[in-house]
Nanobody
Framework: QVHLVESGGGLVQAGGSLRLSCAVS?????????????MGWFRQAPGKEREFVAA????????YYADSVKGRFTIWRDGAENMGYLQMNGLKPEDTAVYFC???????????????????WGQGTQVTVSS
């Protein structure tokens, strides 16, 4: 069982920054048979589908980004502390959404941007960007 808790959301003006955190608990990281391959961040605005934002492989630290956030967002992880992070700079009103972190055991970049391949999710944290 993996438990994820996001934090760091809030209200910010356009052009501002926020840092989201995702705390991971459970025995998944210490059990190679149940190890996490990647952590991802997704977002969902009212009435919209859950949208891929960024992902990172837990062991190698390879990162992947949606085109809409490249150059503005940075994902990283601290495996020793079981923490994932998403630094969001240059925020735009269209970034407004509930942001979720999740983990997937599927290995391969083709899976990382697809929400259906993620087995565990946090509760979400609201990010609101005003004009």
């Amino acid at each position: 069982q993996v438990h994820l808790v996001e934090s760091g959301g809030g209200l910010v003006q356009a052009g501002g920054s926020l840092r989201l955190s995702c705390a991971v608990s459970g025995r998944t990281f210490s059990d190679p048979s149940l190890g996490i391959d990647a952590m991802g961040w997704f977002r969902q605005a009212p009435g919209k589908e859950r949208e891929f934002v960024a992902a990172i492989t837990w062991s190698g630290g390879d990162s992947y980004y949606a085109d809409s956030v490249k150059g503005r967002f940075t994902i990283w992880r601290d495996g020793a502390e079981n923490m994932g992070y998403l630094q969001m700079n240059g925020l735009k009103p269209e970034d407004t959404a509930v942001y979720f972190c999740g983990t997937t055991s599927w290995r391969g970049s083709r899976y990382y941007s697809v929400a259906e391949f993620y087995g565990y999710w946090g509760q979400g944290t609201q990010v609101t960007v005003s004009s």
